[in-house]
Nanobody, 127 residues
Framework: VQLQASGGGLVQAGGSLRLSCAASGFTLRYYAIGWFRQAPGKEREGVSFISSSGGSTYYADSVKGRFTISRDNAKNTVYLQMNSLKPEDTAVYYC?????????????????????WGQGTLVTVSS
């Protein structure tokens, strides 16, 4: 079971990127997904969360109004649309899932509540 984040790249400040999260080994549509990021020398931090149905979404204050999380359960994919990017958004972005279907971690932005993750995707925002 592994999650794969993709869609990162180099973008100028003010630009946009759309990240995708796909799964191998299980059906993503049954799981809530959290997006996390980790910048060099910093701890992993929660960015956004979406429930398995897509009915509940949460955002860190630092990205609220700029990032949008969504999911297409027919395609077994979760997206993170990132607009108005800032240099401080530079990080490796990971998608993570809890270990049970339809489970919502007690603290959605705490990585310890998640069980599955995989390779991240690097987002670099130049000033």
């Amino acid at each position: 079971v592994q999650l794969q984040a993709s869609g990162g790249g180099l973008v100028q400040a003010g630009g946009s990127l759309r990240l995708s999260c796909a799964a191998s080994g299980f059906t993503l549509r049954y799981y809530a997904i959290g997006w996390f990021r980790q910048a060099p020398g910093k701890e992993r931090e929660g960015v956004s969360f979406i429930s398995s149905s897509g009915g509940s979404t949460y955002y860190a204050d630092s990205v609220k109004g700029r990032f949008t999380i969504s999911r297409d359960n027919a395609k077994n994919t979760v997206y993170l649309q990132m607009n108005s990017l800032k240099p401080e958004d530079t990080a490796v972005y990971y998608c993570e899932a809890p270990n049970e279907r339809r489970c919502v971690p007690p603290l959605v932005f705490n990585s310890t509540g998640y069980h599955y993750w995989g390779q991240g995707t690097l987002v670099t925002v130049s000033s």
